[in-house]
């Protein structure tokens, strides 16, 4: 999954993006309001980590901006303003959830996997293909109820293909949620990651349609 961040805030953004990035999530980090539109009309992000008061453009106008050109990308506010009338603003301009400054890490990592949840169209939080099954919140993973250890990359590329079973996913969108700026993409690195979680899971599990990119099959 790969999120965008946009704060101002040094101290902050790097301790949230560390914290993510722990959790197993791509995360670029941009510090002002023009940067973040830049980055949003040119990647495809999974959720947006918005901070309102922003140098260049404000947070709420970003958001406006992005929920008029029909940008349904989940937000959550980050948010140091505790006065009431501001976190209704961010909702009422298109936020989803918003959290107040200081936060706990693992409380923004939990509503993060919320907001990935209902973006998916998921109630459970857990991930379920047949008899594979995936724990978001513990990244815990079994198949016919045995324990499967994976990597982090292996577990971020097994859940982008398990959350939507059926759909193709190209090497390049896979990558993208693998890996944010600055972080290093060798090459082959997506079909590397496939070979070894067939080696895990079995040779049928994730397909690869040929010239399009990998899938996870529908399963009773
Ligand atoms: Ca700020």
């Known amino acids: 999954m790969r999120l965008l961040l946009v704060e101002d805030d040094a101290m902050i953004g790097e301790g949230v993006r560390k914290g993510l990035r722990q959790e197993g999530f791509a995360v670029d980090w941009v510090q002002d309001g023009r940067a973040a539109e830049l980055a949003l009309d040119n990647e495809a992000y999974d959720l947006l980590l918005l901070d309102l008061g922003l140098p260049k453009k404000d947070g709420l106008e970003v958001l406006a901006g992005l929920r008029r050109k029909g940008n349904?990308?989940?937000?959550?506010?980050?948010t140091a303003r505790d006065a009431i009338s501001e976190r209704v603003k961010g909702l009422d301009a298109g936020a989803d959830d918003y959290l107040i400054k200081p936060f706990d890490l693992d409380e923004l990592a939990a509503r993060v996997r919320a907001l990935l949840r209902r973006k998916a169209g998921r109630a459970d939080p857990i991930i379920q293909v047949g008899s594979l099954v995936i724990n978001p919140a513990t990244h815990e993973v079994s198949l016919d109820g045995q324990p499967i250890a994976l990597s982090a990359r292996e577990f971020a590329l097994l859940r982008?293909?398990?959350?939507?079973?059926?759909?193709?996913?190209?090497?390049?969108?896979?990558?993208?949620?693998?890996?944010?700026w600055g972080e290093e993409v060798e090459s082959n690195t997506v079909e590397v990651y496939v070979h070894s979680l067939r080696r895990k899971l079995g040779t049928d599990f994730i397909r690869n349609v040929r010239g399009v990119g990998y899938m996870v099959a529908k399963r009773p």
């Open 72 to 78: 349904a990308i989940p937000v959550l506010i980050l």
């Open 160 to 180: 982008a293909l398990a959350e939507r079973p059926g759909v193709v996913l190209s090497r390049t969108q896979l990558e993208e949620k693998l890996y944010g």
